[in-house]
């Protein structure tokens, strides 16, 4: 394709490159990528494991949470010579990384068939956002412009997906850790293990973190009395002195962590009244063999979404986007990209237990109903879709039956506080030993990748402090 489209570089052998001078103007264009792109990023499986710790052993920083913000703060730490928690050198800071679900990305997925769709977050804007314009650059990772927001204010998505993002933090600690680009991730990361209670040591400045392992045996039993004493054996600790937690404000309430001693009543509060981030909705992409629309047909979807609405009908879609690396036109089969738009819905709790494909049929059927009928004729010729529900995810979620979006977070101090204030060489009372990092929590850009960056910033900058680094 010539002009303004460009297929997306693959990575060279390293993640961290250096771009050109005239990297920050391609974010005026549209870059396109391969549906193969995701081979730069793949990476084998991470076997779950856990340090052996102590409360006289613990390791210096445990993190709790694997997407985009945990993931930037194991980066900014390995990049302050902290060693992992497999290494053997004692004179390094060491730490760790817990995730409750069985990959990182938190809420940056891509879509399950390999086409690179962002089944979560999707947009960055590079020109206000700088956190995540260093990011792109230091990756040199390419961006295509939104279609239908060319003449508005530079909204963008990353070449395969912003997931993408993830795997190459991921990858550049993974080559950090022995100096030799071949270290073990089995010693960084633990998967599937979910947090159920987080406990101050007596007298110490050491926090036990107790969990439990997906990987265990199961907890089924006849009675609850029998349930819970099998919980209790499987559940593993580690201690550490200072934890860094980036789950989701209210999946870090009383009712799903057992804080002890409570946090402050100012956080619960402010954790309490703060919505998550995509939490309530669910997203569903169509994919076809050519891209039959422009910006012209999404925008008028939109328009007959909102008309729909106001003439009282029911309908779970409440938003479409055009999701393509394709031009308008394009065939899949030139190779360059994949045509496809993505619906947000919130899905009524009476189907809540419809197939994906139900629940992407029903989503068809609102569409045509209000779609130009110029459209009729191809819209539901599809030849896939996905469908990804965030309140089905229970480290995301703290509600599986959402009957409204809800507000946009918005920034609350006193969810970046941290707590539990540290015993030794806290003259001023400031040292913490509990670390506050995701979206929600950062006080400038809350709900958007940008916060999930600049959230962990600020508490690797805590760290940095505390040991005067």
Known sequence: M???????????????????????????????????ISNRFKMPPLLSSYPETSIDSPIDVLIVGGGLSGVTVAWKLSQLSFFHSSSSNTSKKKWHLLEAQSTLGGRL??????????????WVWPEHQPHMAFLLHEFDLETMLQP?????????????????????????????LDGKGEGS?????????????????EGKDVVQVTFVHAGDASTSASDECTAEANLQQQQHSIYTRHLVWTAPPRKSLPSSIDWNPPLSPSKIQAQQHTNTWMASITKVAFVYERKHWDTMWIRKVKEGLYLGRR?????????????STLEDGGDEEDGDGVAAFTVFA?????????????????????????????????????????????????????????????????????????????????????????HFAG?????SSSGVM???????YRVVDELKCNWSL
């Open 2 to 36: 010539a002009g303004r489209l460009a297929t997306c570089k693959a990575l060279a052998s390293g993640f961290i490159t250096t771009s050109s001078p005239s990297k920050q103007q391609s974010n005026q264009h549209y870059f396109f990528a391969r549906r193969t």
């Open 109 to 122: 997925q891509n879509d399950n068939a390999g086409y690179n769709i962002d089944m979560g977050g999707a």
């Open 148 to 176: 239908e927001d060319v003449d508005r204010d530079g909204r963008v998505r990353v070449c395969g997906g912003a997931r993408a993002i993830v795997d190459c933090l991921e990858k550049s600690i993974v080559a950090g």
């Open 185 to 201: 991730r089995s010693g960084v990361i633990s998967l599937e293990a979910s947090v159920v209670a987080c406990t101050r040591v």
């Open 311 to 323: 003439r009282g009908l029911e309908l779970e879609v409440f938003d479409v986007y055009d999701a």
């Open 346 to 434: 919130l899905v009524s709790s009476e189907h809540d237990n419809d197939s994906d494909k139900v629940v992407a049929r029903r989503i068809m059927n609102q569409l045509l109903s209000v779609a130009p009928q110029s459209s009729s004729s191809w819209l539901s010729s599809n030849k896939h879709s996905m469908v990804h529900h965030w309140p089905h995810v229970k480290s995301i979620s703290d509600n599986p039956r959402p009957k409204e979006v809800g507000d946009h977070p918005h920034p609350q101090r006193a969810l970046a506080q941290g707590e539990w204030p540290m015993i030794a060489n806290n003259n001023d009372g400031k040292a913490m030993m509990v």
């Open 439 to 443: 979206t929600e929590s950062d006080l």
């Open 450 to 456: 940008e916060g999930a960056v600049g959230a962990a």
